[in-house]
C-alpha cells in the first residue's frame, strides 16, 4: 500500500513539474529569440550562431526554471489531491508528511543535484560561450556587416563608416569614414571605393581606400591637412576574443572559491545557494499547499508566488550587500536559507499540532 501511494504522489509531481518546467522554458525562450533575431539583424551575432545562442541562453533559464518548476509541481499536484478530498483519505490512513516527503525526495535529490551542477559548471561555461561568441562576432566584422545607405561602427577605435552600394565582389562604393585620432584629432576620408584586406598580424585588418581624399585636423580650427590619394590603407585593431576581466558569472567556481574579492565571494555564495534553495522550496511547499478539500487548486498558488518572489528578493538583495560590503560574507546570503529553513519548519510544527504534543 505504502508503495503504491508513494508512485502514485511521485507520479503526480513529477508530471506536474516537467509541464510547468516546459511551459515556462518555453516562454523565456521565445522572448529570447526575438533578442537573438534582433543581434543577428545588427550585425552582433553570426547567423550560423542563432541557435547556439539559444541553447546556451536555455542551460542558464534551466537553473532558476528547475527550481521554480518544482516548488510549483508540489503545490499543484498536492493541492489537486487537497481537493479531490484524496490527501484528507491518504492522511486517513496514517499518512504523515514523511509519506509524503520520501516519494518527493526520489525527485527533488537528482533535481538539487542537477541546479547544482548548473550552477556551479555548465551555467557560466554557457555564459563564457555566449560572450565567447558575441566577442567573435565583433571580431569578424568586416564589409559584410556594412549596410549601403547606413552608418556602421567598426574596430575598436569606434570608426564610422558609411557606403552607398556594396558591389557582388564585396567592394563598397562612394565611402566615406570619420574616426577619432590622438590630439583631439579627427580624420576624415571620402574615397571611391574600398575593400577590406586580411594582414600578417590576425588582431588587425586594413581597410584599403582608393581615389579619395583625407581630411585631418582639430576641430574648430583652421589647422586641417588635406591629402589626395590613389590608394590609402587604414588599419583598425580587432577586439581581443578573450576578455581581460571576465565578469563573476561566466568565472569558474575555482577562480570564485580563491578569489578574495566581495563581487566573486557574492557569486560563489549564490551558485551553492541555487541548489539549496531547491530543496529548501521544495520543502516549505508541501506545508504550503494544504487547502481545505473544496477549496481550489489553485487558491495557494498566489501565496507560494508571494513567498518564492521574498525568497529571490532576499537572496538578490543579500546578494548586492555582500559586494558593498554591507555584510559580513561570514553571514552572506546564509542568513536567507536559515531563514526560509525555519520558516517551513514552523509551518510544518504548527500544521501537524507538533508543539501541542510537545508541551503535554
Avoid at 584599403?208 to 581624399?213: A, Q, Y
Avoid at 541548489?275 to 481545505?292: G, K, Q
Wanted: charged fraction near 20%.
Amino acid at each position: 500500500m505504502t508503495r503504491i501511494l508513494d508512485r502514485y504522489i511521485f507520479r503526480e509531481i513529477a508530471t506536474t513539474w516537467l509541464g510547468v518546467t516546459m511551459v515556462l522554458l518555453l516562454i523565456l525562450l521565445t522572448n529570447q529569440f526575438a533578442r537573438v533575431l534582433g543581434d543577428v539583424a545588427k550585425g552582433k551575432l553570426p547567423k550560423d550562431a542563432a541557435f547556439e545562442v539559444i541553447g546556451l541562453s536555455a542551460v542558464q533559464y534551466l537553473t532558476i526554471l528547475v527550481p521554480i518548476g518544482l516548488f510549483l509541481a508540489i503545490m499543484l499536484a498536492l493541492g489537486r489531491l487537497y481537493r479531490d478530498s484524496e490527501m484528507p483519505a491518504m492522511m486517513a490512513c496514517r499518512v504523515g508528511p514523511a509519506g509524503i516527503y520520501r516519494p518527493m525526495a526520489w525527485l527533488m535529490v537528482p533535481l538539487a543535484l542537477s541546479v547544482a551542477w548548473l550552477s556551479i559548471d555548465l551555467g557560466p561555461r554557457a555564459m563564457a560561450q555566449i560572450e565567447r561568441i558575441g566577442a567573435e562576432a565583433r571580431r569578424e566584422a568586416d564589409l559584410a556587416s556594412i549596410e549601403p545607405g547606413k552608418f556602421t561602427v567598426i574596430g575598436s577605435d569606434r570608426a564610422v563608416i558609411y557606403g552607398s552600394r556594396i558591389t557582388p565582389e564585396g567592394l563598397i562604393e562612394k565611402v566615406f569614414m570619420q574616426r577619432m585620432k590622438e590630439n583631439g584629432k579627427v580624420e576624415v576620408v571620402i574615397a571611391e571605393v574600398g575593400e577590406m584586406v586580411e594582414t600578417d598580424d590576425p588582431n588587425v585588418r586594413f581597410l584599403v581606400l582608393r581615389d579619395g581624399r583625407r581630411y585631418e585636423g582639430v576641430p574648430g580650427t583652421t589647422q586641417f591637412r588635406v591629402i589626395e590619394f590613389a590608394e590609402h590603407g587604414v588599419p583598425y585593431q580587432l577586439p581581443s576574443l578573450k576578455a581581460a576581466d571576465p565578469r563573476p558569472r561566466a568565472m569558474t567556481f575555482t577562480d570564485l572559491m580563491r578569489s578574495d574579492e566581495l563581487e566573486h565571494i557574492a557569486e560563489f555564495q549564490w551558485r551553492l545557494g541555487v541548489p539549496l534553495s531547491t530543496i529548501i522550496l521544495a520543502i516549505l511547499a508541501v506545508p504550503l499547499s494544504r487547502s481545505r478539500p473544496r477549496e481550489g487548486r489553485y487558491s495557494r498558488i498566489a501565496i507560494g508566488f508571494l513567498v518564492f518572489i521574498i525568497y529571490l528578493n532576499m537572496m538578490s538583495a543579500a546578494k548586492a550587500w555582500i559586494e558593498q560590503g554591507s555584510i559580513s560574507p561570514t553571514l552572506g546570503l546564509w542568513w536567507v536559507h536559515g531563514s526560509m529553513a525555519l520558516f517551513a519548519l514552523g509551518l510544518l510544527i504548527v500544521q501537524n499540532g507538533w508543539h501541542k504534543q510537545a508541551f503535554r
